[in-house]
């Protein structure tokens, strides 16, 4: 198992390398150019948009609906673990990265949105679909084959057809819900937190397994968390979509609402947690024995990487369900869609950043994971530490437990497209097979989950970008236009 560990680790470095960094982070600052800072100049629009549904709109799901599906797969253990992890290994100077992945990641999130919208379909079943398999053939594909066909070159059209590259992202996609973000990392947080709360000495011991030993908690958690994703699962979009109205503004206001707390409480250590944040981001304060450009580097690394797995920003994920919004209007959205990273990132991640360095809980390097957002609970919160983990383990739980009913969705629209019409039949069985890996999830390595989870987004994320870029175009013309026709009829 240790052998796999190494195996895994070496790919994910390999994935998110240099190279990965510097496309998304290109990606995300030349989006930003194309629709000129809109993330920031119509974000008070677009919070407006986020709550307020399109009277006449056509699709499954309310935008409303649709955001708190996207929201449901992007705010979990990410947001908790993801961040004390990037922060454990990179430390603070990961946290400013993942804001600057984030900033830019906010336009790069309503390109996603806007062309979900603009290139989406309708089957004969009177479902919408889209994301990044629609644009990348409908939209990028198709511009690409007229090109080739002007030339006669028919070898070339239909290499530039891009359905290979759009089956691509479909494949990397379905595998990265089944095998990495969506089930594993989800349920193995959700568990790990509970046997930290009940069974923190892991005296009540139920097996072995790979040298590893697993308590009662892990198992009957673990079991439990199975059977209520089964309940809503088997349900499909609708079902899913209920649930996440309901539950994600809850759990996200109720972990914003402890963070706050703590903050207020250590209100005095901020500035100077703030200050080594950037420090450390800028290899001012270069992590133990390392170089300054080697503190940068991984500061980066690891603050992107994390921070792409919470936000999802150019993943190609959170468009798959914002096709199904009732809505005309990509650009409305696309507004809507960035607002995902604002909260997930901007706000959630924050939270979980400030509390461990005004804490300090990060240099304890015996920590690791949600060990070290429960250390800065305890120690920070102004309650008994038995409350102030108890606090922490029911946000992750919600957390975790919404981003696997959300990813599932993810993964079987992406079966889908790879089979181009999966039948009834196949898609129970794939949500069976999903609900399979969220219960063999708890019995993996945490470090071994993350690498995985690291390595199916890196994987999933080279096709979308590549269409993003391609397709910036349409999407600066059209939203220059619409911004134009509004301010014509507000005249």
């Not at 992007?74 to 992945?101: C, H, S, Y």
């Not at 990348?136 to 290979?164: S, T």
């Not at 999407?475 to 134009?484: E, H």
């Amino acid at each position: 198992m240790e052998r796999f560990g190494e195996i895994t680790a070496n790919i994910n470095d390999m994935v998110w390398g240099i190279p990965m960094i510097v496309l998304i982070m290109a990606c995300g600052i030349w989006l930003t150019i194309r629709v000129r800072g809109l993330q920031i100049r119509h974000l008070g629009k677009a919070l407006k948009f986020m709550v307020k549904n399109e009277k006449d709109g056509e699709g499954e799901v309310s935008s409303f609906g649709a955001l708190c599906t996207a929201l449901s797969a992007t705010i979990g253990t990410g947001n908790i673990v993801g961040v004390a992890t990037a922060i454990g290994i990179g430390g603070p100077g990961a946290l400013f990265w993942m804001e600057m992945a984030a900033l830019f990641g906010m336009a790069t999130k309503y390109t996603e949105g806007f062309l979900a919208i603009k290139y989406r379909t309708v089957d004969k079943e009177g479902n919408y679909l889209g994301g990044p398999f629609y644009y990348i053939e409908n939209g990028m594909g198709v511009r690409c084959e007229r090109l080739a066909k002007r030339v006669r070159w028919k070898w070339l059209a239909k290499f530039l057809n891009w359905k290979w590259l759009a089956k691509l992202f479909a494949l990397f996609g379905m595998l990265a819900g089944l095998l990495g973000i969506g089930t594993i990392t989800q349920i193995n947080g959700i568990t790990s937190a509970a046997n930290n709360f009940f069974d923190a000495d892991q005296s009540a011991v139920a097996f072995h397994l790979f040298g590893e030993t697993y308590t009662w908690t892990t198992v009957i958690v673990g079991a439990l968390v199975t059977i209520c994703s089964a309940l809503v699962i088997i349900g499909g979009l609708q079902r899913i979509s209920q649930i996440s109205q309901i539950v994600v503004p809850f759990m996200a206001i109720a972990y914003v609402l402890c963070g706050l707390i703590l903050l207020a409480c250590n209100v005095t250590a901020i500035p100077g947690a703030v200050v080594e944040i950037v420090q450390s981001a800028f290899g001012l304060k270069a992590a133990a024995g390392g170089t300054v450009g080697a503190a940068i580097m991984l500061a980066m690394q690891k603050g992107v990487e994390r921070g792409i797995f919470s936000n999802e920003s150019g993943l190609g994920s959170a468009p798959i369900a914002a096709a199904a919004a009732k809505t005309k209007e990509p650009v409305r959205q696309g507004l809507v869609s960035m607002t995902g990273t604002f909260i997930d990132t901007i706000i959630v991640c924050t939270m979980t950043g400030l509390s461990i360095v005004v804490s300090g809980a990060y240099k304890n390097e015996a920590l690791q994971g949600v060990e070290i957002t429960d250390a800065a609970f305890r120690t920070g919160l102004p309650f008994p530490e038995k409350v102030s983990s108890f606090l922490l383990m029911i946000c992750l739980v919600f957390f975790a437990f919404t981003t696997i009913l959300g990813w599932s969705y993810y993964s079987e629209r992406c079966l889908t497209y790879l089979r181009g019409k999966a039948s009834h039949t196949m898609t129970l069985a794939f949500r069976w097979l999903y609900i399979a890996a969220v219960f063999v999830g708890p019995y993996l390595t945490v470090e071994a989950v993350w690498n995985i989870a690291g390595i199916f987004n890196g994987l999933m994320a080279f096709p979308n970008i590549i269409a993003l870029f391609f397709l910036s175009g349409v999407v600066a013309m059209d939203t220059k236009q619409y911004f134009r026709e509004k301010r014509y009829l507000l005249k």
